[in-house]
Structures are given as structure tokens and as C-alpha cells.
């Protein structure tokens, strides 16, 4: 390797010399509604407001910044279930356009709803095991904006 390069590591903390947290079970346990940290204490007070910190570790987790991407992550998932299956049923039956819709809607909604908390929990333990977003310590900066 040549002098004044490091090697460069993706993935993991080994960089910032952090302990590295377990990706896999801070996601699961964000799926499940409980804190990315113990796994005890409960994320949510509501459908989908986070608690500011975890009533059993006390890991503080109102800093957390999961913004549109649940959504956006749960758009995707109902659309490639939802299109598949009207795809599959649309070719192997003859059901009206009001069958459809009274088969389609419902579960379009019923599917985002129910996907909507675990999937945003899961981005909130991503973050948590990444270190990312004042999850670390540290807080976080904006770059301002030049006015080019």
C-alpha cells in the first residue's frame, strides 16, 4: 500500500474506533415497537410518536431523524405486493372492476397502516446501531446552503 494511504473499511465502526452495535437486532427490535438499545422498553407512546427516551436503559432516542424514508420504504412494499397480487389475480379469474376495487383498496390500506410503525422502528434502530443523527453523542451539523 502506498505511503500516506489508509485502508479504507466499509460497514462497522472499526473508523471511529465506537464500539460496534448490532445492526440485525437493533433493526428487530425497532420492527417490534421496543428500544434499539435494550430491547425492553417500548419506542413508540403513539402509533407513530417516538418516546424521548427508553423507560428501562434511559437511551435517549428523540433525536432520531427517520422523516419520510418509513414511508417511502412502505410505499415500495405495499406497491410490490399489492401490483403483484392484482397481477396474479387479474390473470387467472374475471372479477369486475368493483370486485377489484373493493379487493384492492381495502388491503392497500390495510397493508400501510400495518406496515407503517415496524418499518419506521426499524429506521429508527438503523440510525440507533449506526451511530447516526445525535446517536452517537455528537450533535449533529447542517451544511448551509450557498445561495448561488
Known amino acids: 500500500m502506498p505511503k500516506g494511504m489508509e485502508k479504507q473499511v466499509f460497514g462497522g465502526e472499526h473508523h471511529s474506533g465506537r464500539v460496534a452495535r448490532p445492526l440485525w437486532t437493533a433493526i428487530k427490535r425497532g420492527l417490534l415497537g421496543r428500544c434499539p438499545h435494550c430491547g425492553e422498553g417500548k419506542l413508540f407512546y403513539a402509533f407513530t410518536k417516538t418516546v ?9 432516542l428523540h433525536h432520531h431523524r427517520a422523516d419520510d424514508l418509513p414511508a417511502y420504504l412502505v410505499i415500495v412494499i405495499v406497491g410490490h405486493i399489492v401490483v403483484g397480487a392484482f397481477m396474479t389475480v387479474e390473470a387467472t379469474s374475471t ?6 376495487a373493493l379487493i384492492w383498496v381495502p388491503l392497500t390500506f390495510s397493508l400501510a397502516v400495518a406496515l407503517l410503525q415496524p418499518v419506521k422502528g426499524a429506521v429508527i434502530g438503523l440510525q440507533w446501531a449506526l451511530y447516526m443523527h445525535g446517536f ?4 449533529d451539523e447542517f451544511e448551509p446552503h450557498s445561495g448561488a
Open 52 to 60: 424521548e427516551k427508553c423507560s428501562v436503559c434511559g437511551e435517549e
Open 136 to 139: 452517537g453523542g455528537e450533535k
Open 95 to 100: 372479477l369486475t372492476l368493483w370486485q377489484h
